[in-house]
């Protein structure tokens, strides 16, 4: 298993301003992930965050808006750039795991605690 | 395109019977369905997996079927408890990309 943290828990900004998630995890892992769940949604995939190059970003976001930065196998950021009261919303960062023996088998994704956004 | 669905928003189960939570997907590549339960002020939390080569994984009380045909996958959890009220999501996962195309979730509320 895989145990995330993420800084901030949550936070309140003002429109037009950046906000910065932090994503720790405790093992070194190759593949992490952005996702952002809205008010009453579930969850979107922003980007895969590939360690030592560019993000990889899905259909409908933008680096401009959200960059990303993973400097190594433990840790990512993703920043929120100029709010807006639609980028409300949590934002939560996921690792991939495999299980080659043991339990639970195969293929797994670790979430971390998430960050609640609300922009004013 | 909605590639997983969950076209059931609610479910209300009495404690000790069996819970049933159903999953539709689109995607032929999927490989792998994972399912997450989810309180409001927290991230998701892994259940269990089946890999699409498999019919059913079964952990304690959780057991996800698959079925291939019908592109169908259902979470079986036996007994249910309170605890267990939260919300559901299933998920499909292709390739090696690791993406996760998640459901809309299910709201499971198991009464006392």
């Known amino acids: 298993s895989a145990v995330i943290s993420q800084k901030p828990s949550r936070d309140i900004c003002q429109r037009g301003t950046s906000l910065t998630i932090q994503c720790q995890v405790d093992s070194q892992v190759t593949m992490m992930f952005w996702y952002r769940q809205q008010p009453g949604q579930s969850l979107t995939l922003i980007a895969t965050?590939?360690?030592?190059?560019?993000?990889?970003?899905e259909s409908g976001f933008v680096i401009d808006k959200f960059p990303i930065s993973r400097p190594n196998l433990t840790f990512s950021t993703l920043t929120v750039s100029n709010l807006s009261p639609e980028d409300s919303s949590i934002y939560l960062c996921s690792v991939e795991v495999w299980e080659l023996a043991g339990r639970p088998e195969g293929e797994t994704q670790y979430f971390g605690p998430g960050t609640r956004l609300l922009v004013l | 395109d909605q590639q997983v669905k969950q076209n059931s928003p609610s479910l209300s189960v009495q404690e000790g019977r069996i819970s049933i939570l159903n999953c539709d997907y689109t995607n032929s590549m999927f490989d792998y369905f994972l399912w997450y339960k989810k309180y409001p002020a927290e991230g998701p939390t892994f259940l269990i997996s089946i890999s699409s080569i498999k019919d059913k994984n079964e952990d304690g009380r959780f057991t996800v079927f698959l079925n291939k045909s019908a592109k169908h996958l259902s979470l079986h959890i036996v007994p249910s408890q309170p605890g267990d009220s939260a919300v559901y999501f299933c998920a499909g996962s292709s390739g090696n990309t690791g993406k996760l195309i998640f459901g809309q979730g299910t709201t499971l509320q198991v009464k006392p």
């Open positions: 965050a590939n360690q030592g190059s560019e993000a990889t970003y």
